[in-house]
């Protein structure tokens, strides 16, 4: 029951966050779930691993970007132990990684060495032609394209994902 009572805490969060942009109440919410969930199911369950990652994404859109890393840090060790290194979820972790160290603290060299580290995952655990291992190597492309501004990477990048170059979005 107590479980549940989380359950509704981080819907309301999510509703907060994602369809009104009211991200201080949400983040209230998506706190209350995470404090509860740890409480009754414990750091390593999956839905403690999902509010943890909620408090990372709206404390990203909120722009506090040194503690969005460090609730996706923790997500990332649970997850690697409980889920595995190359489990989606726990990719998609270190995608929003790559995101904060680039967009909000300004680390190229972290943001490109999550961003491969995904990658790597992805190709790994589903394959080159899967739908998150495109997005990833499109993020990677446009990082390397117009953050890093490296034309020899960007191009041996293509190289690897030639379907980068179908929806190119300005990678040409």
């Not at 981080?10 to 109440?25: A, F, I, P, W």
């Not at 859109?61 to 890393?69: P, S, T």
């Not at 990477?153 to 990678?171: C, M, N, R, V, W």
């Amino acid at each position: 029951e107590e479980a549940v009572t989380y359950d509704i805490a981080n819907s309301l969060g999510v509703v907060l966050d994602k369809r009104k942009g009211k991200y201080e109440e949400a983040k209230v919410f998506y706190l209350a779930a995470l404090e509860g969930q740890r409480r009754v199911l414990g750091e390593e369950h999956k839905k403690t691993l999902d509010s943890l990652n909620n408090m990372g994404v709206i404390l990203a859109m909120m722009k506090d970007y040194g503690e969005a890393l460090s609730y996706y840090q923790q997500v990332k060790r649970v997850g690697e132990k409980v889920i595995g290194k190359s489990h989606p979820d726990t990719l998609g972790t270190i995608m929003n990684m790559a995101a904060v160290y680039g967009d909000g603290l300004g680390d190229k060299v972290k943001e490109e060495e999550m961003y491969m580290l995904a990658l790597d995952g992805y190709e790994r655990s589903l394959g080159k032609e899967h739908e998150d291992t495109k997005r990833c190597a499109r993020n990677m492309a446009i990082f390397l394209c117009w953050k890093l501004r490296s034309k020899e990477k960007t191009q041996a990048h293509i190289k690897e994902y030639p379907a980068l170059l179908k929806d190119s979005g300005g990678l040409e």
